[in-house]
C-alpha cells in the first residue's frame, strides 16, 4: 500500500515524459555541414548513440554513429536539405531531436 | 472592349491589394490556447494570431514539423508560456527579438516539482527537478500572462498603445471576476480530497487552496489494473471523494471509478481550447462541475 502511494506521489511530481528530456540536442549549421552535438543534463557527453537525418518529408536519410566527443558532422552535399532538415539522436535509453529549417541553413551560409 | 479591358484592370489591382492587404497582416503565434485567447483579445482584427498545435496532440510535447518551424520563424511575435512549457521551443532557432517569456515576471511564483529519479551515462543515480507549466489554472497568474503579452504587442507596434490598453483593462476585468468567481464556487471544495488524473492541476490547487494528488494516466485512457491500484491507495489513504479527468473517458472508466465511490468531474486544462467556448467560458465550466461534484 505504502509503495503503491509512493507511486503515484513519484509519478504526481513528474513532469511528463521526463525521461525524455535528460537528452539535449543542439545542431548548427555553416555551408558544409550540419553540426550536431548530444549532452545528457548533467553535462556529459553523448558517448554512444545514434544520430538520424530526416528531410522536410520526415523520410529517413541517414544514420550516422555519433562519435565519442558527442558530436557528429553531417556533410550538406550528402542530403537533401531544401526542405530543412530533423535530427534525431538516440542513446538506446534517451532520445531527443533538432530541427533545421532551410532558412537556417540559409542564414547561416550566408553570414 | 476597351470597357472589358478596364474591368480586367480594376479586378487585377483589387486582387493584388488583397493579396498585399494579406502579406501584411502581423502574424502572432502562440504556444498555447490561452497564449492564442489573450493575443486575440488584445489585438482585435489588428493581427492574426496563430496557435499550431493540432487537436489531439498535447502542446506540452508537440513535435513541429519543418513547416510549423518555418512559419513560426517568420512570425512577428512569439508569446512562450515559460515554466518549463511546450519542449519544442527548446529544440529550434526561433528569433530572440520575436520571442516573449509570458512568465518572465511571475517566475518567483513557479511551483517545483521534482522528477523520477533515474541514472544515465556516468552520473550514477539522480533526479532531476522541474516546474508545473500550467501557470494559466491561477487567474492572477494569468492576468501577468496577458499583461506581457499586451506589452510585448505595443512595443512591436502590433496595435495602438491606447487600444491595447482598453483591451487588457476589459480582459483584466474578465479575470479578476472568474478569479472571484472561482473562489467562491470552489470554497466548499477545499475540505474535499481530490484526486487529478494527471499533474495538471497545481497552479489551481494552490490558488484555492484545493488538496490534491495526481494520478499520472493517459487523457481520457481507462485506467488498467494497474492504475487502478494507485488509485485506490490514494482513495484510502487520503479519503479521496472526487477525482478530476483533463478528457472525457468512456463510460466504462466512469464506471470504474464511481465504483470505488468517486464522484468524476472533466475539467479541461485549457492547454487546448474547447469547442465553442473561449477559455473563460470554458474555465468557468468546469468550475462549476467541480464545484457541484464537490457538493453533491
Known sequence: MTRA?????????????AAAHQLTVFASVDCEAVLVEAKFSNGNAVQQGD?????????????????????????LDSVDHSGGLSIEVDTGSHDNYWIVTPDDIARNCQS | ????????AVWLFLFATAGATAQEQPRVVAVNHPLQYFAERLLGDDADVVFP??????????????ADISMIQSADLILLNGAGFAT??????????KLVNTTAAIEDQFIVTESITHSHGDGGEHSHEGLASYTWLDPALAIAQAEAVAVAITARDLASAEDVDARLAALR???????????GALAGVANIAIITTHPRYEYLARRYGLSVTALEWEAGATPDEAGLAALRAIIEDKGAQVLIWEAQPSAAAFDMTGALGLRNVVFPPLAHGVDGSSYIEAFADAVSALAGAGSE
Open chain 1, 51 to 75: 544520430v538520424r537525418v530526416l528531410d522536410g518529408q520526415n523520410t529517413l536519410m541517414l544514420t550516422l554513429p555519433i562519435g565519442e566527443d558527442g558530436t557528429v558532422a553531417v556533410p
Open chain 2, 1 to 8: 472592349m476597351p470597357v472589358l479591358k478596364h474591368l480586367l
Open chain 2, 53 to 66: 498545435v493540432p487537436a489531439g496532440v498535447d502542446p506540452s510535447f508537440w513535435r513541429p514539423a519543418i
Open chain 2, 173 to 183: 476585468r474578465d479575470l479578476e471576476a472568474l478569479d472571484a468567481e472561482t473562489a
Open chain 2, 88 to 97: 519544442w521551443v527548446d529544440r529550434v532557432s526561433l528569433p530572440r527579438s
Open chain 1, 5 to 17: 502511494i509512493a507511486l503515484a506521489c513519484a509519478c504526481a511530481l513528474a513532469p511528463s515524459g
